[in-house]
């Protein structure tokens, strides 16, 4: 059974527990390949994580001249492989959402594989297996059905939606936090 990386950004705390939860994954060198951006710190601490959406069709894949860019049958497309990057850096310029970054050191562009070690297996990536508000779930076909009935018309955000936000079909699912709405967080 196929499942998705769900997103519920209004749980978000800014603990960073995703953050160091990534550089332990599997084959990714310690290096952290997520994010953690405030919102507005003059003003609130709305956080939000940020990670490779995991496009259907993704831009950096279609970008890289030298095919280093892999998306797997599940549909989680991987950091570049070390023996095909030419460290062109298409993919990072292509990107919508500036996901992939560029390690100089290594002439290599690496994001976020969704702990794809993991995945494959039916085991959740490194971020959602330690996120103490569920802001990051790995959730089934079912679940994420029963997500998307469970919230208000307006706040579910997936793709393919007519008013989908985002660039594109992802396997990513989101869901769009209050603080865009214009809803104030009580904390």
């Known amino acids: 059974m196929k499942q998705h990386l769900y997103i519920e950004m209004d749980n978000c705390i800014g603990c960073r527990s995703c953050l160091a939860a990534c550089t332990q994954c599997g084959g990714h060198d310690e290096r952290n390949r997520n994010y953690v951006y ?5 003003v609130n601490r709305q956080t939000i994580p940020l990670m490779c959406l995991h496009c259907v069709n993704p831009a950096c894949a279609r970008s890289c001249p030298a095919q280093a860019i892999q998306v797997t049958p599940e549909g989680a497309v991987l950091s570049a492989l070390v023996e095909k990057c030419i460290g ?5 310029i292509a990107c919508p959402y500036g996901i992939p970054k ?6 290599l562009m690496y994001k976020c594989d969704l702990c794809y070690d993991r995945t494959k297996d039916g085991i959740p990536p490194m971020c959602a297996s330690v ?6 779930q790995w959730l089934t076909e079912d679940e994420l059905k029963a997500k998307r009935e469970g919230h208000q018309l307006g706040q ?4 393919r939606l007519p008013d989908d936000p985002l660039v ?4 990513v699912k989101i869901s769009l936090p209050g603080i865009l709405q214009g809803k104030v967080k009580l904390f």
């Open 38 to 42: 405030d919102v507005n710190p003059l």
């Open 88 to 92: 062109c850096q298409n993919c990072t």
């Open 102 to 107: 560029f390690d100089e050191e290594q002439n």
């Open 131 to 136: 996120c103490p508000t569920n802001t990051l």
């Open 156 to 159: 579910w955000t997936a793709s």
């Open 168 to 171: 594109g079909e992802t396997n």
